[in-house]
């Protein structure tokens, strides 16, 4: 979905319960329990860093769990620079309030709140609740149709009834809303002393919302016992991640001028390369090594030259608009490498503030960028100083379809 058709999102995950039907652990509540060599909370959160319509995120955490919540965030893949921690009340309905007052100044229009222990929920599902937000709907939930008998139990253990099963959902989180409206139907039920409502939905219900159902997915399990945990820690230890490597070149001419630039940081020098843009062939390259694990074109498609509204535009919008391509497609960011190949000027000096602005262009750390460069010993148009080339390598990895 192009950004400028998005909604402005802010998500509230939910992650200040005790988890005692999961039993005690080392690890702590099942939030910070670990399952494919991560805590549960780590791998829910991957989801909404990496979903871009996600401008905020107040993870809602108990006063205690302040040094795990940390230690889990630090494994997350993506902008982390998002994601805020509030303290939550006695109960679920009590944390979900305190998530939305955080949010209250961030001037979102639309909030997700998700249980932390769903850790499988998809970027396809975001999408369709999103979509519908954008129809108008104020409250939004995904549900899956019952489809087991169901039965109510009677007087000494016995069946007291068949329950028709025809209309039926399970609800499931992140259940969506107009931030407004459902921050006022939580205020209003905390004013009436209300406590007991067991989904936001139910809130908005109560306020008279009415409530849309779309379609939920199977996958989007809720961890509560311990063996829900062991069976999803299975599920990502069993699967092979999908490691997709592209790869993308650029050369611009060099033509009198007074300085380049090159993966986004400008560099004095008594020539410039020419292009519709700024002609930054690192990003160029960059761009178009992102397309390519994900077979989504190359930079001309999305940025045509012909294009005049991308004359002399900064190329961090081209590998920004990359970025999100892959994330929005499930992908995570693993690694990315530039070679620059020029006579002058020297990039040496200037590596590590290239490194920087990669890390920050991209929201992946430091250490999974790199810049080098080399001359061409004099030879061909590089030699000459005709020209500057790039030569780009994107490491992403893409959540596996059969996990």
Avoid at 51 to 60: F, T
Avoid at 190 to 218: C, K, M, N, S
């Amino acid at each position: 979905m192009d950004k400028k058709n998005r909604s402005s999102c802010g998500v509230v995950i939910v992650a200040a319960g005790r988890g005692e039907r999961a039993g005690s652990h080392p690890d702590g509540p099942k939030q910070y329990r670990r399952i494919g060599g991560r805590p549960v909370i780590a791998h829910t959160l991957d989801v909404f860093v990496n979903w871009s319509p996600a401008e905020r995120i107040v993870a809602v955490i108990h006063p205690d769990d302040s040094d795990l919540f940390a230690a889990a965030l630090a494994e997350v893949e993506g902008d982390k620079e998002r994601v805020k921690a509030v303290f939550g009340g006695s109960s679920r309905q009590r944390s979900v309030l305190a998530g939305l007052e955080a949010l209250t100044a961030s001037g979102v229009e639309h909030v997700l709140i998700h249980d932390a222990v769903r850790p499988f929920v998809g970027p396809a599902l975001l999408d369709c609740i999103e979509a519908s937000l954008l129809t108008g709907e104020r409250a939004v939930l995904p549900a899956v149709a019952v489809t087991d008998t169901l039965k109510r139990a009677g007087a000494n253990g016995c069946v007291g009834e068949t329950v028709p099963r025809a209309g039926l959902f399970a609800a499931q989180t992140p259940q969506a809303f107009h931030f407004s409206t459902i921050l006022e139907a939580h205020r209003r039920a905390a004013q009436d002393g209300r406590d007991d409502f067991t989904d936001d939905a139910a809130i908005a219900e109560w306020a008279g919302v009415p409530v849309r159902l779309v379609e939920g997915t199977p996958d989007n399990v809720k961890l509560t016992l311990q063996k829900d945990i062991t069976m999803a820690d299975e599920r990502l230890s069993a699967s092979f991640p999908d490691v997709r490597t592209g790869n993308g070149y650029d050369v611009h001419q060099l033509v009198p001028g007074d300085g380049v630039t090159l993966c986004g940081l400008f560099l004095p020098h008594d020539q410039k390369l020419s292009g519709h843009s700024d002609a930054d062939v690192a990003l160029h390259a960059l761009t178009d090594a992102l397309l390519a694990t994900c077979g989504a074109g190359d930079i001309g498609d999305h940025f045509p030259p012909s294009d005049p509204q991308w004359k002399g535009a900064a190329s961090r919008i081209f590998l920004e608009h990359a970025a999100r391509i892959v994330r929005d497609r499930g992908g995570v960011i693993m690694n990315a490498d530039v070679s620059l190949i020029a006579e002058a000027p020297k990039i040496g000096p200037h590596r590590a503030e290239m490194r920087q602005k990669l890390a920050e262009m991209l929201g992946i750390s430091l250490d999974r960028c790199s810049v080098k460069a080399t001359t061409n010993e004099q030879i061909g148009f590089i030699g000459r100083r005709e020209g500057i080339a790039a030569i780009a390598t994107a490491t992403v990895v893409y959540r596996n379809p059969l996990a």
